[in-house]
Structure formats: C-alpha cells, structure tokens
C-alpha cells in the first residue's frame, strides 16, 4: 500500500504515472481489500489508483521484464517507485544499477534496504508495534491497540513522494538520479516526537531525568489539558487547553477561574498543571458532561479555546470546511474500458489465444458503475493545486495504450506478449 500512496500522491500534482501489474489472479491485491464497489473493486484501490495508467507485466516472465526494462529506458521514466523486498528487482535485472544514472528510484519496504532485519517481508501492522507507535496507543493497563487504518503505509508513502521531490530537485540542480529508501519501521518511528529522546535521558540518567512514554488514554503524556471529554447526548468533545492563555480562557469558560493560573500559581505552568491533571481533567469532564456536544463546542469557542467534536468518516461527507475549501474532495469516475486489439494479419482471428484474451475482456469491471467521492492529497498548492482526474482504474486498463503509444509495439507485438501470458 505504502508504494500507491507514493504514486498516488505524484500523480494527484501532475506525474504521469503507470502502475505494472501482474496479469491475472487480480493484480495489486489492494483492488480486492475492504469494500468493494459494484464492479468488485475496492473503494481503497479506486482512490489511490487514482490519475495513474493501469497496464499489466508479469515480471517472473523475460518479456514481461523487458515490459518494464523499456518503460524504464525509452520512455523515459524519471521515477521508478517499487515496494517489493529488497533484492528482488535486482533478481529480474532492475535494480539501481541496471538503470541509467538518472533515474531516481524510490524504494518502499518494511526494514530498508539494509541492516539486519532487511530481508524480513514487513507490513505496517508489525512495524507499527515494532516501532514502538502501538506501544503508545491504548489505555494504561489494557493491551495496546491499533488505529483503524493503515498508518505506517500512508506515513511511508508520504516519505517516499517527499524524498522523490527531493530527489528530483537535486538532479535538477545538476546532480545524478540516487535511491530513495524508506522503511515503515523507520518512517513509523519518527512520529513518535521526542520519545526515543526521552528515553535516552532516562537511561542515561538513570531516570533522574526524561522518561519511558507509555499509552495515555485520551491524553497526551505531560501536557495539560488536552484531551477528549464526555457530553450530554452521549458524544465527545476534544479540547485542547494547554499554553497560558488558552488554559485560562477554558478555567473561566467553565466556570472555574480559581484554577486559572494567572490567579492561582499551583495551576501555573504546565508542569505545574501535570501534577494537578487528574483535577484539572475533572474540572473540564464535569463541565463538558452537563452539555450537549454543540453546547460545548460553542461555548469554548466564544472563549477561543480550540475544540471540535470527535467526527467519524461518516461526518466529513458534511463537514462544511472541506466544503468551503474545494480542494479537500473531489468526485470522480473510473476510466472505461478500452478495446482490444485485434490480431494482426496473417494471425487466426478465431485462435484459442485470442477467443480467450476477448472473454477476458468482455469480462472485465462488468456491473454497475459508479462515481467515488475522494479526498485530495494536501496540501493547497496556490500555482500547481493538482486534482483528481480519474479514479484507479480496471486491471490493465491501459496496457494497450502504453505499449503501443508509449512503446511503439504493433498489434503484433502485443498479440505475442498476450500469448505468452507476459501482459
């Protein structure tokens, strides 16, 4: 997944993208995970398939190698951005070295490309809990748990498009293609804000100072007061009160200007307030649950104390600032089918190679179609905004398209790449 957000991203501000699949048996097993649409693919697939040409090659095969090996050199592709583990593109002769100096070359994997978990398969679900996020997610005491979406992949990908625009400047600049290697165990790892740091200090120390951060709940560990509250009609409300004069501003809004700490110095300061939060989180918890959830909301905000309610997917659909923004969604359809060519002359038009590569055909994305509501890749660009052109389209899609407009092959050519399974 890391890898199609990476492409997805560059191709939601203008890269033109082709994605190569293995023909057959599905292709990208993203298409078939979560709900799937009415032509039975995934909703997950059809936003970040999103803007890119679909075409199939089957590496295992030498033709379907020289597929990619052609994309690659006489296209001639910029990027190549790869999610495999490493060394098995060098296995089929398209690694780093056996494509121009230019090319600059993302590479997406669990542990990177070296080091001594390198080789391990790593999906984001272990490497969220071998990075230590999990550890920080939960209820103190409970066992930990996992967010309701694949983080670790989206957080990868946004590093990899990062590190390609990165890339693709220092070329610009007169400097070579190089190899961007990002790992979900090290891309997980580096949200954690300072608490590999702070576990440093505490060892170095022995524990005098810094800290082994663990799960907070609906807190966060030592800033006060931030949190999620109960209201009224059964809902949350998330509020963050820490700095000065925003925790003042919340005390008097709540009721309770003898916990402000303009007034009061044992709530001065935020380490003064983390000894106090089991009270001070009271305080806020008594207040918010004789409210309503637009009771609260609107209070806190009169007293500009950031608060906003604890929204599920179904509530952006309304959600009246992606509304105003325009850029935060789009809606958009996936690309028809094109036809098939023909066998060239002289080929047996009724062949059973081809009678079968029709059937394929006739059968592909067959029910009902339908447009897809799809969020935008942030952020706001003022000259370059990008946008949604198409949803992820069918399993090769475009794989005529790109091996005759892009390649140059005649129907020939591909007739014989279709025979041999390699496309």
């Not at 560990?221 to 509250?229: E, K, N, Q, R």
Request: charged share 20%; proline share 7%; glycine share 14%.
């Amino acid at each position: 997944m890391a890898g199609n957000v990476c492409a997805s991203i560059l191709a939601h501000f203008g890269a033109d993208v082709i994605k190569l699949e293995a023909p057959g048996a599905g292709g990208d097993p993203l298409r078939g995970l979560r709900d799937l649409d009415g032509r039975g693919t995934s909703y997950w697939f059809r936003s970040l398939g999103r803007n890119r040409r679909c075409a199939t090659a089957d590496l295992r095969t030498k033709p379907g190698r020289a597929v990619a090996r052609r994309l690659a050199l006489e296209w001639p592709a910029d990027v190549v951005v790869e999610n495999f583990r490493p060394g098995v593109l060098e296995a089929h002769g398209l690694g780093p070295a056996d494509l121009p100096p230019s090319v600059v070359f993302a590479r997406i994997s669990g542990y990177g490309q070296t080091g001594p978990r390198s080789a391990e398969p790593g999906y984001a679900s272990v490497c969220e809990a071998g990075a230590g996020l999990r550890h920080l997610n939960g209820v103190p005491g409970e066992t930990p748990v996992r967010l309701n979406a694949s983080l670790g992949d989206t957080l990868t990908g946004i590093y990899a498009a990062l590190g390609v625009v990165m890339a693709l400047l220092h070329r610009g600049k007169g400097g070579r293609g190089q190899t961007v290697d990002a790992s979900i165990h090290e891309c997980v790892a580096s949200v954690l804000d300072a608490a590999v740091t702070e576990a440093a200090a505490h060892a170095a120390t022995g524990g005098r100072r810094g800290s082994v951060r663990g799960p907070s709940g609906s807190t966060i560990s030592g800033v006060v007061p931030t949190g999620t509250y109960p209201t009224l009609d059964g809902r949350h409300v998330a509020v963050g009160g820490n700095g000065e004069g925003v925790y003042g501003r919340l005390m008097r809004a709540i009721g309770r200007p003898d916990m402000d700490g303009a007034a009061n110095p044992r709530y001065r300061g935020n380490a003064a307030r983390v000894l106090a939060e089991p009270e001070i989180n009271g305080a806020v918890a008594g207040w918010t649950s004789g409210r309503t959830l637009d009771e609260a909301v609107a209070a806190l905000k009169a007293a500009r104390v950031p608060a906003g309610p604890l929204a599920t997917p179904a509530d952006l659909l309304a959600c009246p600032q992606f509304e105003a923004r325009g850029i935060s969604r789009a809606r958009a359809r996936a690309p028809p089918n094109a036809a098939k060519p023909a066998a060239a002359a002289g080929r047996a038009a009724a062949g059973e190679g081809e009678r079968k590569q029709e059937e394929e055909g006739e059968d592909e994305e067959q029910g009902e179609e339908e447009e897809y509501l799809l969020h935008a890749w942030p952020p706001g660009m003022s000259a370059t905004p990008g946008g949604t052109r198409w949803a992820g389209p069918s399993l090769g899609r475009h794989t005529d398209e790109v091996l005759r407009g892009v390649l140059g092959m005649g129907d020939d050519e591909i007739w014989r790449l279709r025979e041999a399974g390699a496309v």
